[in-house]
């Protein structure tokens, strides 16, 4: 290393000290509204030092795409016979959650519609306590397109016809109806539905499923039923043009660096020997990592994340706050939590998995996240490893993000369809995005690299090891885990393991 790199080495080093100690304050909203100080300190300074300092050139087969694993996506339903002259009814399902749970829920509606021979009314999302985004089923996806691709499976209407106009949320939230039922038991089976809703659809003609989210089995139902999930899933949702046309030109620029205007350009220019001029990532790939660490997660989880007992203190506060004794403090210490897995991966954590899988400071990585716990102050680490990383607000004009701003649902959405078009796919921690993305880019055979957490939250725990072990226990740990085929299990998720239900082996 010349003189003038080692200059700029201590420079950055320097600057990542400083930044690692900005003070965050973490604003906590209780009947009286207070403020804690909480100090991020670095947790894996080692293991950051060689990722600053690692070598030039990323593995030769990083980027490789994933040859033919033998199976191809199956989900024709064939000569399936023409949908009866009438229905036994209308559907309607009350779907909570987050954008990638609601997903789940409407390809569960459509598979419940078939199973009834009903009419399933458009469904409706309410409204995420958490995100508080009112965005409705049309505001996200091409109403028109589901309508039409499944015209030939079952009978869909955007709305009811008058006489049925009284059976809206509201109407349910106020009284005991006779034409709600809300005892669906969490993965029912098409029996269980036969039983208790078709009665209901045939005396009054309407049946108000709430709550819906995983109220159907992945198992013991018949293959056309799973096909017909996997089809909504992975060709009748499809996001609303703005939505697509946005991501389109994410997706262009992150391919092709050279869109920005010349003040951009030159303060990328200023990264000096931050970047490779030699990195073997083939020109106009992108990989993209999600990062679900939201206050949400933190707080979930019970795990320290370096802040100290004033941010046990705040994240213990918010636990209260937000799930009032259902989520209680762990009994598990901070250890065992990260040796069993269970602890959502921090961007200084993700930064040092990235570098020692092989990518370099050249890589052109997008981050998918909503809010970040902890703000740029604990993704400044992330960003010292990866400087050419980018998000929505970096790619995107603020005209350009006007129809979205604010609005969780059709944020997750645009992070959803540049995901779907990236090189490579690795997410921080499983949830809800994590487990529809992985279940779509199998569909697809694209790379996805999942993280074994038990593995990495170990490895973190050795603060002795050094980078070389580091890289080396990671890459053994993950040869079989970056996109291969792996058959559904019972109980686990169609949407997360397609195969072999939706499915063929060639």
């Not at 603060?463 to 792996?486: C, P, S, Y």
Request: glycine content about 6%; aromatic content about 8%; hydrophobic content about 40%.
């Amino acid at each position: 290393m010349n003189l003038y790199a080692k200059d700029n080495f201590a420079l950055r080093i320097g600057i990542l000290s400083v930044l690692f100690f900005v003070v965050l304050l973490c604003n906590v909203s209780t009947s009286s509204s207070s403020s804690e100080v909480i100090t991020v300190k670095p947790r894996h300074l080692s293991l950051l030092k060689s990722a600053l300092q690692r070598s030039s050139g990323e593995q030769s087969d990083l980027w490789r795409p994933l040859t033919d694993q033998g199976w191809s996506p199956c989900i024709d339903l064939g000569n399936s016979p023409s949908l009866p002259d009438k229905t036994e009814g209308y559907v309607q399902v009350f779907l909570d959650g987050g954008l990638n749970q609601q997903r789940m829920g409407i390809c569960d509606a459509v598979a419940v519609a078939k199973i009834l021979n009903a009419t399933l009314v458009i469904p409706y999302l309410e409204v995420n306590p958490v995100w508080q985004d009112s965005s409705s089923f049309v505001d996200i996806f091409d109403v028109d397109h589901f309508i039409d691709s499944l015209k030939d499976d079952i009978r869909v209407v955007r709305e009811l016809p008058d006489e049925y106009s009284w059976s809206t949320r509201e109407y349910y939230g106020t009284a005991v109806r006779e034409t709600r039922v809300k005892t669906a038991p969490v993965h029912a089976s098409a029996k269980w539905y036969i039983e208790n809703v078709l009665p209901v659809l045939q005396s009054y003609g309407i049946a108000a499923i709430s709550p819906f989210s995983h109220r159907l089995s992945f198992d013991h139902l018949p293959a056309e039923i799973q096909r017909l999930r996997c089809k909504v899933n992975f060709q009748a949702l499809r996001f609303v043009p703005h939505i697509t046309s946005l991501g389109d030109a994410l997706v262009s620029r992150l391919r092709n660096p050279s869109w920005r205007n010349n003040k951009e350009q030159k303060n990328m220019d200023n990264l000096g020997d931050m970047t490779n001029p030699h990195s073997r990532q083939e020109p106009g790939k992108f990989a993209v990592l999600h990062l679900r660490f939201d206050k949400d997660m933190a707080a979930h989880s019970a795990c320290d994340f370096g802040g100290g007992k004033a941010e046990k203190l705040a994240l213990a506060k918010y636990r209260q706050m937000i799930w009032q004794g259902r989520v209680l403090n762990s009994q598990f210490t901070d250890e065992e939590l990260r040796s069993q897995g269970r602890c959502p991966l921090t961007p200084e954590e993700m930064g040092l998995l990235l570098a020692a899988f092989g990518f370099d400071n050249n890589t052109r990585l997008y981050l998918a996240s909503h809010k970040v716990y902890g703000g740029e102050a604990r993704i400044s680490t992330l960003r010292q490893v990866f400087p050419r990383m980018e998000d929505k607000r970096s790619l995107a004009s603020s005209e350009e993000r006007a129809r979205i701003k604010g609005k969780a649902s059709l944020l997750a959405a645009l992070d959803y369809y540049v995901s779907m078009h990236s090189d490579i796919f690795i997410s921080a921690s499983p949830g809800n995005m994590h487990n529809a993305l992985v279940g779509h880019r199998t569909f697809e055979n694209l790379k996805t690299i999942r993280p074994n957490m038990a593995l990495i939250g170990q490895l973190f725990l050795n603060k002795n090891i050094t980078w070389v072990d580091f890289q080396q226990a990671l890459g053994e740990g993950h040869v079989n885990r970056q996109g291969q085929i792996r058959l559904r299990k019972p109980k686990q998720s169609i949407y997360t393991y397609p195969a072999p239900d939706c499915m063929c082996h060639v």
